[in-house]
C-alpha cells in the first residue's frame, strides 16, 4: 500500500502540460499519443513520491510540446508565480514535453521572481514503453524542487539523472534518453535517485533579478527564426519582416554568419525598425560580435552562447522594454 505523506515534508505543486513523460501508446504500435495521462495517473504510478514531498498537482494543459505556445507559456508562469507566492509551497515541478522544454524552460527563467526552485520534467519514451525513464524523472525533480539548496539557481531541467540550467540545455538527439546536453557551461549538478550533487550556481541573471514583467497586458512582439545555408538569398529574411516580424533571429552558420545577400536583407530589417539577432546553427560556441560581420556599422546583435529558439525567447522580452539594438545586445550579454 502506498505511503501517505508526512505532514513534516516540503509541499511541491506540480504543474502538467501533457508530453511524452504523459504518452501512451495506443494498439500494440510503437506510435503514440502525448498528454494522455493525466498528472493524478502520473504521480500514482511514482508510490516513493510520498518519501520526497507533499505533492499538490495540477493540470494545466495536456498537449504535446511541438503545440506549446505564448498563451500555455502566460498560463504556467501565472500559476508558477501563484504557487511560489504561497508560503508553503517549497518549489515547482512541471512536467512538459521534451521538444520545446529548453525554450519554456528559458521562458519561465525570465519571467518568474522566485528564488525558490522551478524544475522541468519530461521523458524520451512513453509511459507505456519498455523501461519508460518518466517515473525516476519525476521522481528527480520533486527530490530537486523539494530541496532548499536547489534554491536561487534559476528554472532547472532534470533528465537522465541530470540536472541542467534552463539557459544552458539543448535538445541534441531525436530519440535517445540522453538528449538533454549543457555543452557551453556545463551541468547543473546530478540527481541519483533523489540525492542531489549540485555544482556552481548560474553565472547570468535569472527569475528574482530579471528585469522582464510578464503583466496581463504585455504584448509579446513576433519574433521569427530563419536558418541560413550555403546558397542563401534574402526572400525569407523578407518574407519574415513583411509578415509583421519586430524581431528576427537568424540560425548562421558557423560563426552566426549569413551569405552577403541574405546580410544586406538583415541591414534593410534593422533600417525599418525590426532587431536583428545573429545565432548560430552549429549547436555550440559563442556567437562574437564584429569578427566577420561589421555589427557596430549594421546595428546587428549577437546572440553569444544561447542557441536559435533561446535567443528569439530573450528578443520577445527584451523587446518589451526597448527597440534598441545596443540596449537589446547588453541583455544578451546578460541573461
Ligand atoms: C513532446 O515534446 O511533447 C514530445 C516529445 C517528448 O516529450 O519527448
Known amino acids: 500500500m502506498p505511503s501517505s505523506p508526512s505532514p513534516a515534508l516540503p509541499c511541491v505543486r506540480v504543474l502538467a502540460t501533457g508530453g511524452t513523460i504523459a504518452g501512451a501508446q495506443t494498439g500494440g504500435s510503437r506510435g503514440y499519443q502525448a498528454g494522455a495521462f493525466s498528472i493524478d495517473a502520473l504521480v500514482a504510478a511514482v508510490p516513493q513520491l510520498a518519501t520526497l514531498a507533499q505533492l499538490e498537482v495540477e493540470q494545466v494543459a495536456a498537449i504535446g510540446s511541438q503545440d506549446m505556445d505564448e498563451a500555455v507559456w502566460r498560463r504556467l508562469a501565472e500559476r508558477t508565480a ?75 531541467i532534470v533528465a537522465n ?14 530519440t535517445q534518453l540522453g538528449t538533454f546536453k549543457s555543452t557551453q557551461r556545463g551541468l547543473a549538478g546530478l540527481v541519483n535517485a533523489g540525492r542531489l550533487h549540485l555544482y556552481a550556481p548560474p553565472a547570468r541573471r535569472h527569475t528574482a533579478e530579471s528585469e522582464f514583467i510578464l503583466g496581463p497586458d504585455t504584448v509579446l512582439p513576433r519574433v521569427s527564426i530563419v536558418y541560413a545555408y550555403a546558397g542563401m538569398g534574402r526572400e ?97 550579454f546578460s541573461y
Open 82 to 156: 501563484a504557487a511560489l507566492a504561497d508560503p508553503a509551497v517549497h518549489g515547482v515541478v512541471i512536467t512538459h514535453g521534451t521538444d520545446t522544454m529548453e525554450e519554456t524552460g528559458y521562458f519561465l527563467n525570465l519571467v518568474v521572481r522566485s528564488e525558490k526552485p522551478v524544475v522541468l520534467v519530461g521523458a524520451m519514451r512513453p509511459a507505456t514503453e519498455i523501461s519508460a525513464d518518466g517515473p525516476m524523472n519525476l521522481y528527480n525533480a520533486v527530490a530537486v524542487a523539494a530541496h532548499p539548496a536547489a534554491r536561487a539557481r534559476g528554472v532547472l
Open 161 to 174: 539523472d541530470e540536472i541542467h540550467f534552463a539557459r544552458e540545455v539543448a535538445k541534441t538527439n531525436t
Open 236 to 332: 525569407l529574411i523578407d518574407a519574415a519582416v513583411q509578415s509583421g516580424a519586430h524581431g528576427l533571429v537568424v540560425a548562421g552558420v558557423g560563426d552566426g554568419n549569413l551569405p552577403a545577400t541574405a546580410l544586406a536583407a538583415c541591414a534593410d530589417a534593422v533600417r525599418r525598425g525590426v532587431a536583428v539577432v545573429r545565432s548560430s546553427r552549429t549547436g555550440g560556441g559563442v556567437v562574437e560580435r564584429d569578427i566577420e560581420i561589421d555589427d557596430d556599422r549594421l546595428g546587428l546583435i549577437v546572440a553569444e552562447e544561447l542557441n536559435p529558439q533561446k535567443a528569439r525567447v530573450l528578443l520577445m522580452l527584451g523587446l518589451t522594454r526597448t527597440a534598441d539594438p545596443r540596449a537589446l545586445q547588453e541583455m544578451f
